[in-house]
């Protein structure tokens, strides 16, 4: 190569550089209305405006959400246009930040889905504001409010500030709640009668009924392979805390329960957590309990459920399991040894802090506050939860009952109502309270079966008055309770897997519970009692 | 006839250790891959139940027909297709032209261009600031987005550097004094030369962005132009279920049946593209992967 030759292309490599490395005028274009400058805004709009608004959905619904009659019949009522940004569930969170970070705020985000440690830390970035002065502007939020007092301090963060607008879904209210046991104890009604057994209802009983199914060949095949009772350990609705509540204050998945005196308590240090694991060791000494119950998935367990291996499981609703057949009945608490019969109650409840943000790129807070109450509108929320009525293209959830001028639910005819669901409803903030049944819209049918069961069957054993609320804890706290968390529960959920299966519980109480301390139980149940008390 | 040297007791010892550790190996890596192929036509159920029972009443094409009616998983397909053919042709042209240059004796500042080229392999700029570059050229939601920022491949450079170095310079300047010119040079001496290098390159390439699914997740809006990872992740990921909301409760069980029936057909599927292209590439991959060793 010639001197020529290398001095040109030296040129032009770094020539190529430094083209490569000019960039185009920034053009950060923002995602953000303009000030329409509107005041007093009511519905429908004469101006023709359009939010900006991010949103997540499911991959089955459609990519626009404009699509969605929902949305459509909206912007009839307001006038108010909304221009989406839509993505689904599993990159959400990513567009979501990447949306932040950039600068390129929406005017709201719709199914925001943080966190509370997310909702505090935008709050104090200045990337959402304050929406309490807001609420002035909503009379539907207001009523739900109103009926329902108890929310206004599950939605306000410690610094007096509310951030996001809430999901409210009701079904049933105080003990009757759908929430109020999620692992409902199944029992093999089949083979009970086949057997010629009563059901139990003592710990005694399930026990001598559990070692009938084993050694009597309830389904008569000649094979021992029947599983007297099966299990998910810690798994939620599949755990089988429902029993705890025969020996004492009962259990549930966060292990966490509020005296009627209204002192928080750890199920786990409690001393008839103890006596429950020591009995369900005995099960599990005389072959009772599967083995597989510390390991398995859902499917395993599904896959023996659908065979009908089982002479007692729990989950949810037995028509995930065993299918909705009579053959499968719900289990009514336990007597324990001394008499007693209760059962636990979880801390699940219908409520998400934060569906929907108002974020600072916002110049139309009255216009957002307005549109986004339009969404706690009694029939708008119902619809917005489950599916819509009169859709001439797709199957509905719903009709719409002139006469009531209320919502009725219409029979599914095969299509799974999750499908169905997720293709029409739009979820984001809306309140549906337990009043609003019979009067706005009909119940869901599964939802009322479940209800009618915990009314008869479970709540007239139910001791506990008071459940642990979702209260909004500050940074700090937050910060501390996860950090005792991440230790303290995988510590406990270990131990009870051990000791049902190896037993020791006896031996090693003590040592457990100064091992508790040792991981910050005092301070765990400080903080959470001072919430508690907050939260009242 | 046989003029086979004769094998000293040593050797055969040798031999059959070797044969025994290979076929431990190979069973290892094939046991896996037959029971996803195994799997993949069977109801999954039954697989659960049973395990791999192969029974013909627990044969399925149930989830082959789910993959191929359903229009996301197929489009994610030929979109994937596109970005990886795309990527690997400027990728390998790239790392061809920019290592051969950089292979070449007495080019002027070779040292401040390599050292310029192996910052960025120590040194990000770091994802938002990478989206602002992106996004003020215009890129998101198109396919560039996929294929430009990723094309310098700075250990793709070196590969092919080191492949050129090993040139003989002779024949280089055999070429020059038939009055061949540099480009005419790198044509029609340099590139038929290096076939496997080329090869070796473009499988990386194309299973790298095959497998990859981030870039199109953070530059990418419009459904329509995912590639297939993001589609099956979308299928198999879903929405996290949060407990206590009824209708998830339920979804659960929905997604779970669903996911589980496609899961080993949609890694068919997805694998199916390199396990063809494999055979084709081998004699060349043997030799260019040996390229970094010969220096």
């Given at each position: 190569m010639n001197k020529i030759g290398k001095t040109l292309s030296f040129i032009l490599l770094s020539g190529s550089l430094m083209v490569t490395g000019c960039t185009n005028k920034s053009s950060s274009e923002s995602f953000s209305s303009e000030d329409y400058e509107l005041t007093n805004v009511s519905f429908p709009l004469k101006e023709n405006v359009s939010l900006k608004i991010l949103t997540s959905s499911s991959p089955l619904a459609a990519e626009d959400p404009n699509d969605k009659l929902i949305f459509q019949r909206l912007e009839e009522k307001t006038g108010v246009q909304v221009e989406w940004r839509n993505y689904t569930g599993d990159v959400f969170a990513e567009k979501r930040n990447l949306a932040i970070a950039s600068g390129e705020l929406p005017d709201a985000i719709l199914n925001s889905g943080f966190s509370d440690y997310e909702l505090l830390k935008q709050a104090k970035d200045d990337v959402i504001v304050p929406v309490e002065d807001l609420i002035q502007y909503m009379p539907?939020?207001?009523?739900?409010?109103?009926?329902?007092?108890?929310?206004?301090?599950?939605?306000?963060?410690?610094?007096?500030?509310?951030?996001?607008?809430?999901?409210?879904?009701?079904?049933?209210?105080?003990?009757?709640?759908?929430?109020?046991?999620?692992?409902?104890?199944?029992?093999?009604?089949?083979?009970l009668n086949k057997l010629g057994l009563e059901v139990p209802t003592t710990t005694d009983e399930l026990k001598k009924v559990l070692i009938a199914f084993k050694t009597q060949d309830p389904n008569g095949n000649g094979e021992a392979d029947e599983i007297p009772m099966s299990f998910i350990i810690n798994d939620g609705g599949q755990d089988p805390q429902s029993l705890f509540g025969a020996f004492g204050i009962g259990d549930n998945s966060d292990f966490t329960v509020v005296s009627n005196d209204g002192e928080v308590i750890l199920t786990a240090a409690d001393e008839g957590y103890k006596e429950s694991i020591n009995w369900l060791n005995d099960l599990y000494n005389e072959g009772?309990?599967?083995?597989?119950?510390?390991?398995?998935?859902?499917?395993?367990?599904?896959?023996?459920?659908?065979?009908?291996?089982?002479?007692?499981?729990?989950?949810?609703?037995?028509?995930?399991?065993?299918?909705?057949?009579?053959?499968?009945d719900l289990l009514a608490p336990l007597k324990g040894p001394d008499g007693h019969q209760n059962v636990g109650r979880t801390n699940g409840m219908g409520f998400d802090r934060s569906r929907m943000v108002i974020t600072s790129a916002n110049k139309n807070l009255e216009l957002t506050a307005k549109w986004i109450d339009q969404l706690y509108d009694p029939a708008q929320s119902v619809q917005n939860n489950w599916g819509t009525f009169g859709d001439d293209k797709q199957q509905n959830i719903f009709e719409w009952d002139e006469s009531a001028s209320m919502l009725?639910?219409?029979?599914?005819?095969?299509?799974?109502?999750?499908?169905?669901?997720?293709?029409?409803?739009?979820?984001?903030p809306l309140a549906i309270l337990d009043s609003y049944y019979g009067t706005v819209t009909t119940k869901p049918d599964d939802a009322a079966w479940r209800l009618d069961l915990m009314k008869k069957v479970m709540v007239p054993y139910m001791e506990a008055d008071n459940i642990y609320p979702r209260v909004f804890f500050s940074i700090e706290d937050l910060d501390r309770l996860s950090a005792i968390e991440a230790d303290l529960f995988a510590y406990i959920k270990r131990k009870r897997a051990e000791w049902i299966a190896n037993g020791g519980v006896e031996k090693e109480w003590n040592e457990y519970l100064s091992e508790l301390d040792r991981l910050g139980l005092q301070e765990w149940l400080e903080i959470k009692q001072s919430g508690y008390d907050r939260n009242q | 006839?046989?003029?086979?040297?004769?094998?000293?007791?040593?050797?055969?010892?040798?031999?059959?250790?070797?044969?025994?550790?290979?076929?431990?190996?190979?069973?290892?890596?094939?046991?896996?891959?037959?029971?996803?192929?195994?799997?993949?036509f069977l109801e999954p159920n039954a697989l659960i139940r049973k395990g791999l029972a192969l029974s013909a009443t627990d044969w399925s094409l149930e989830g082959y027909r789910r993959i191929l009616t359903d229009g996301t998983i197929m489009r994610g397909f030929l979109n994937s297709i596109i970005y990886s053919a795309g990527f690997t042709i400027v990728t390998v042209g790239v790392s061809i032209l920019a290592g051969y240059t950089l292979s070449v004796d007495g080019l002027v500042g070779k040292k401040i261009f390599m050292i310029f080229f192996l910052i960025t392999m120590f040194f990000g700029g770091g994802l938002i600031p990478t989206y602002f570059v992106i996004r003020d050229l215009g890129m998101i939601n198109t396919i560039w987005a996929i294929i430009i920022p990723?094309?310098?491949?700075?250990?793709?450079?070196?590969?092919?550097?080191?492949?050129?170095?090993?040139?003989?310079?002779?024949?280089?300047?055999?070429?020059?004094?038939?009055?061949?010119?540099?480009?005419?040079?790198?044509?029609?001496?340099?590139?038929?030369?290096?076939?496997?290098?080329?090869?070796?390159?473009?499988l990386y390439a194309f299973i790298g962005q095959w497998n990859s699914y981030f870039d199109a997740m953070i530059y990418l809006d419009n459904r329509d132009l995912y590639p297939l990872q993001l589609v099956l992740r979308s299928i198999l990921i879903q929405n996290e279920v949060q407990p206590g909301m009824i209708a998830d409760i339920q979804a659960r069980n929905e997604i779970l049946r669903i996911s589980e029936m496609i899961r080993y057909s949609s890694i068919v599927v997805a694998s199916l593209p390199l396990l063809i292209m494999y055979p084709f590439f081998q004699k060349y991959f043997e030799k260019g992967v040996m390229v970094g060793s010969l220096k």
């Open positions: 539907n939020l207001q009523a739900v409010l109103e009926k329902a007092p108890q929310y206004k301090a599950m939605m306000t963060a410690p610094d007096g500030h509310i951030y996001a607008f809430p999901w409210i879904e009701e079904l049933g209210e105080g003990k009757e709640s759908i929430h109020s046991v999620a692992a409902f104890p199944w029992i093999n009604k089949e083979w009772l309990i599967d083995i597989e119950a510390f390991e398995q998935d859902w499917n395993t367990y599904l896959a023996k459920g659908r065979d009908k291996r089982y002479g007692m499981y729990f989950t949810w609703d037995k028509g995930n399991i065993t299918g909705m057949g009579e053959d499968y009725k639910h219409l029979p599914l005819e095969g299509t799974a109502p999750v499908e169905l669901r997720e293709k029409t409803s739009i979820g984001g | 006839m046989n003029s086979k040297i004769k094998q000293t007791k040593g050797d055969r010892t040798i031999l059959i250790i070797n044969n025994i550790m290979l076929s431990v190996i190979v069973t290892c890596i094939l046991v896996p891959l037959l029971y996803v192929f195994l799997s993949s990723g094309a310098v491949n700075v250990w793709f450079i070196i590969l092919a550097r080191t492949y050129f170095k090993a040139i003989p310079n002779e024949l280089k300047e055999a070429a020059r004094i038939d009055g061949a010119s540099d480009f005419r040079i790198f044509i029609s001496i340099i590139l038929p030369l290096c076939k496997p290098i080329i090869f070796v390159l473009a």
